[in-house]
């Protein structure tokens, strides 16, 4: 059973930039494809950003293309989320996700493990 920790989240000006971190006990981290996902009050969880196992594969959404980026350190067991040039549409409560998927990373569902997220406010 692999367990997820987020942290780094906080109260950032539009334009500010904020690291994400989540770390992973219980199993390799290196097993699974790890994902960021957002969830806004009144929206439904969304797909931000995703890495393959190994790191050489990156996905994200249009929305933060450009100013969001995702890397992961097997060795520390932990992966990372870097955003800039954040806006008031980011502020959500941000989850990571691990799963056993090669394709299909923007669906919820066939992400196995997820942390308890950490919230994110971007004041403009």
């Known amino acids: 059973q692999v367990q997820l920790v987020e942290s780094g989240g906080g109260l950032v000006q539009a334009g500010g930039s904020l690291r994400l971190s989540c770390a992973a006990s219980?199993?390799?981290?290196?097993?699974?494809?790890m994902g960021w996902f957002r969830q806004a009050i009144g929206k439904e969880r969304e797909f931000v950003t995703a890495i393959s196992r190994s790191g050489g594969n990156t996905y994200y959404a249009e929305y933060v293309k450009g100013r969001f980026t995702i890397s992961r350190d097997n060795v520390k067991n932990t992966v990372y989320l870097q955003m800039n040039s954040l806006k008031p549409e980011d502020t959500a409560v941000y989850y990571c996700?691990?799963?056993?998927?090669?394709?299909?990373?923007?669906?919820?569902?066939?992400?196995?493990?997820w942390g308890q997220g950490t919230q994110v406010t971007v004041s403009s």
């Open positions: 996700a691990a799963g056993i998927l090669d394709y299909n990373y923007i669906n919820r569902g066939r992400y196995n493990y």
């Open positions: 219980g199993g390799a981290v290196s097993r699974y494809t």
